[in-house]
């Protein structure tokens, strides 16, 4: 427990404990015999936090070791779906989806912060839930901008898939409108954003191959993925890769992101290296 309780502490303060009210860098630690946790009293404002405060796994009554357990297996290439976890860390299904769900939520608000800059070249994927049953009628398909950014040598530094709303794409035809709504959100360079559509998308030779790879990944594990929920699962797909990219391990990335460790663009990706 003991080490659990130093790894989580590690991923939440990893230049050391800092007060979430006044930024001051010491602390009490105050334990117990009823206590699970150690609470944290800072020497100068006297606020007390916790390792779960503020993070992912705040409110929480499921124990550190289930939820290193949880992170564990999504950072798996194959990853895992609620079910599986329920069986694997002995919850129920509820738990397990909502520990799955606090993840990925986690997992969105660091990419949220993480822009593709410098060069960027960008497509559109169709992604097409798997249908499970001949008598069930065709799913719905849902665009899906695929995007990489390079450095200066062309070497792929960071990737992103969103997927467009319905007004943004009626008739199968991406209007200006999505295409500025993906920029303003998603891109901060100065450099044109090179958008390929159609036969130019498929001979690409990287954004076809990873979007398939995402789709096929959607519907092996989790039999298809509906609208609400795709975008936070390319999220969770997409951080591991860029931590493949990156050298990083992907277990201590996305427990960085559930304690809030957040980069503030891709070039400084490298930084969540000194948890990992």
């Known amino acids: ?3 659990l ?3 989580f502490y590690r991923m939440k303060w990893p230049h050391g404990f800092r007060c979430p009210r006044c930024q001051h860098p010491h602390a009490y630690t105050i334990v117990g015999s009823r206590r699970s946790l150690p609470l944290y009293q800072c020497l100068a404002c006297r606020h007390q936090t916790s390792l779960r405060a503020g993070t992912a796994l705040e409110k929480s009554r499921t124990p550190l070791s289930k939820w290193a357990a ?3 297996a999504m950072s798996l290439e194959h990853s ?3 079910v599986q976890l329920m069986e694997e860390i002995q919850v129920t299904y509820k738990t397990a989806w ?7 939520q986690a997992i969105h608000a660091m990419d949220e912060r993480q822009p593709l800059t410098n060069k960027v070249e960008a497509g559109v994927g169709y992604y097409e839930a798997r249908r499970l049953r001949c008598f069930i009628a065709h799913p719905r398909i849902y665009p899906v901008i695929v995007g990489l950014a390079y450095n200066d040598n062309h070497e792929t530094i960071y990737m992103k898939m969103k997927p467009i709303k319905p007004e943004h794409y009626p008739d199968f035809i991406l209007r200006y409108p999505g295409e500025e709504a993906f920029r303003n959100r998603h891109v901060r360079t100065d450099r044109p954003v090179k958008i390929l559509r159609n036969i130019p998308f498929c001979k690409h030779d990287l954004l076809p191959v990873l979007f398939k790879q995402a789709v096929h990944w959607l ?12 975008e936070s699962y390319l999220d969770e797909f997409c951080l591991r890769r860029n931590a493949k990219l990156h050298r990083l391990d992907p277990f201590e990335t996305i427990a960085a992101c559930s304690m809030n460790i957040v980069c503030k663009n891709p070039a400084q990706f ?5 948890v990992a």
């Open 270 to 274: 490298d930084s969540l290296s000194s």
């Open 1 to 3: 427990m003991d080490e």
């Open 98 to 104: 909502s520990m799955l769900r606090k993840l990925r």
């Open 80 to 82: 895992v779906n609620a």
């Open 219 to 230: 519907n092996r594990v989790f039999h298809g993925v509906s609208r609400r929920y795709l």
């Open 5 to 7: 309780i130093a790894f």
């Open 70 to 72: 949880a992170i564990q």
